[in-house]
């Protein structure tokens, strides 16, 4: 119970049973002793019991059942974006910092070390969602620490752009039924890698599916266009 409660107050609901999995489970698994100890006494008695699980159950079903339709779709939207992103990363930065907002399929197919501007995988931006600090600086003071030369993020989440990182490139997907947006921005963090950058996202570019809508965002001299 207290978990549950924490959870409603604290927590969040509602993505592909991301977050609230185990509380139906917890639920189910202490509803289910109780109505076999009911039926032992009569039917009547299991009734209370067999009602709260049906109620429990009715929600599952309905989530459930969206969440096996928007499988498809989902996996797509990862293979689209997530996936090439990857892909990206292990083609030309092997075990070089990259800086990141959707870390799950960087980190499972590719071979770098992230920099997670939400927090989740870096204890240390965590520790700017301190009001008091400039967020964006002390991420490009983090990246270079770290000596990261691409940042590939939600712009929106990153919110304004630090100082001396140069947008380059978005890739746009046409759908998203799980990704956090459709398009992702590839920054330069530094203006000396303006120039790698874009030529290695023109190299990769050959591997996107088609339906993946490019757009260069500075010029081959790597001025902003």
Same mark, same amino acid.
């Given at each position: ?98 800086? +990141?907002? &959707?870390?799950? %399929? ?8 992230? =920099?997670?501007? @939400?927090? *989740? $995988? ?20 983090? +990246?270079? &620490?770290?000596? %990261? ?8 989440? =990153?919110?304004? @752009?630090? *100082? $001396? ?35 290695? =996202? ?24």
């Amino acid at each position: 119970v207290i978990p549950a409660v924490l959870h409603v107050f604290l927590a969040g609901f509602g993505h592909a049973f991301r977050y609230e999995a185990y509380l139906y489970l917890g639920l189910l698994s202490a509803l289910l002793p109780s109505l076999l100890a009911q039926l032992q006494k009569g039917l009547a008695n299991s009734l209370p019991v067999a009602a709260c699980i049906f109620l429990t159950l009715v929600p599952l079903g309905q989530r459930g059942g969206k969440a096996l339709m928007d499988i498809p779709g989902a996996a797509l939207d990862i293979y689209r974006q997530q996936w090439q992103l990857a892909h990206l990363t292990k083609t030309f930065y092997q075990q070089e910092l990259v800086v +990141a907002n &959707d870390i799950g %399929a960087l980190s499972f197919y590719g071979d770098v070390r992230i =920099l997670d501007i @939400t927090g *989740l $995988g870096s204890l240390e931006v965590l520790k700017l969602r301190d009001p008091r600090v400039d967020r964006p600086q002390a991420l490009a003071a983090l +990246a270079k &620490d770290g000596d %990261a030369h691409i940042a590939m993020v939600y712009a929106d989440w =990153l919110g304004s @752009t630090p *100082l $001396g990182w140069v947008a380059v490139e978005t890739w746009t997907v046409p759908t998203s039924t799980v990704l956090g947006g459709k398009t992702v921005t590839f920054y330069a963090t530094d203006t000396t890698e303006i120039l790698t950058t874009l030529a290695r =996202l023109e190299a990769y570019s050959r591997n996107l599916p088609p339906e993946v809508v490019r757009k260069t965002l500075v010029d081959a001299e790597g001025k902003p266009i």
